[in-house]
């Protein structure tokens, strides 16, 4: 006779195991909050820190580096990549990268 999957129920129909549901769960947890809570700590001092840079106008390479990097960040660090491209968007209508007529 064939040993049961480990993490489902003795008689297979496919169904999860109460020790399996609650791994789920703690795992869930864990990075809800390993997301959620840096933003709970930092999120005021980053919004006033964000909104200092853009108020002040830094040369376009280093928002362009900022931007790109964050992006790029994104793939493994929490960073709202919405907000980031919005940025990038308000950057780019407003500063000196505005596309020139007849290249577009």
Do not use: K
């Amino acid at each position: 006779m064939a040993e049961p999957t480990p993490g489902l129920t003795a008689a297979g129909e496919g169904r999860l195991s109460g020790r399996a549901v609650m791994g789920w769960v703690a795992f869930s947890g864990l990075l809800l909050a390993s997301i959620l809570v840096p933003f709970a700590w930092f999120g005021d001092s980053l919004e006033a820190a964000s909104g200092h840079f853009l108020a002040t106008r830094p040369p376009s390479w280093q928002v362009a580096l900022l931007l790109g990097g964050l992006l790029a960040g994104d793939a493994v660090l929490p960073v709202p990549s919405s907000l980031v491209g919005t940025a990038a968007g308000a950057c780019w209508a407003s500063g000196s990268a505005r596309p020139r007529p007849g290249l577009g």
